[in-house]
């Protein structure tokens, strides 16, 4: 049964912490926040950010067959983000963002961000992120992908047992993750070097140990990194595509404008693969 559209909602900024140097949590609240729904931690929302010279971003209404726009002139920067945590009993949506620089429209937002600025929210929606009766779980991502990785881990039994791998530019970009005593979480650090081209994750899948059983992989992260490691289980390992999770949240060097259609593309060649 599909969700019931709702209209995108208006928050303005209620708190902001530093998790490292470059994973900024922003705590969202309003009026509008009334109605989210609950266990949606780890699904995608849409930010929509106002444009320069706007206050706050002009929302779309919700009409008969979807949102209706505002003018382009007027339409607000829409990114795809990730549910860190919304808590029902506080009314508050946290929304983790990266931080580099102003050279993106969300990380500028996030940068310059002060208690009241304003955003708006649509969602939350997207794929199941992990298989629940699966025999082992592994999961695999960056620092973009800390939000869902610990939704799916605080969502696995205490008798869960599997793999946390994780890369990040330096040991400085570590949190504390909680995970079941049989998971074993492992941070790899590329040093400062590219994202786009490191293969230290890909190298650490190949190097684990493939247990018999079910195995429900949860993937995301850089473009580049995803498509090869989607490849390496589902040709190398067999992974069922009904098992995989692997959704390229950003590419290395690309706009989210410049990557939309590619990051469709695979997500499609994952559809299809799954069907």
Known sequence: MSKPRTPPRLLRVRR?????????????????????????????????????????????????DGPI???????????TYTVAAYRADAAELDVDFVLHGDNGPASRWASHAQIGSAIGVAGPGGPARHQADADYFLL???????????????????????????????????????????????????????AGSSTRLLDAVR???????????????????????????????????????????WKDRYTEEAYHAERHRIMDELTEQQA
């Open 207 to 249: 190097q684990l140990p493939w247990p018999p059983g079910k195995v429900s992989v949860t993937l995301a992260g850089e473009s580049n990194q995803v498509v090869a490691i989607r490849d390496f289980l589902l040709a190398a390992r067999q992974l069922p595509p009904a098992l995989l999770y692997a959704v390229p949240y």
């Open 140 to 194: 695999i991502g960056d620092p973009s992908a800390l939000a869902a990785l610990a939704a799916v881990l605080a969502a696995l039994p205490a008798s869960a047992k599997g793999w946390v791998l994780i890369e990040v530019a330096s040991q400085a970009e570590r949190i504390a993750l909680a995970a079941p005593s049989g998971v074993t979480v492992c941070w790899l650090d590329r040093q400062g070097a590219p």
């Open 16 to 64: 902001i912490t530093d998790l490292t140097p470059h994973l900024r949590r922003i705590t969202l609240a309003g009026p509008d926040l009334a109605g989210f729904p609950e266990g949606e931690d780890g699904s995608h929302i849409k930010l929509l950010l106002a444009r320069d010279g706007q206050a706050e971003p002009v929302l779309p209404t919700l009409g008969p």
């Open 69 to 79: 726009w505002p003018p382009a002139e007027l339409r607000p920067i829409s990114r």
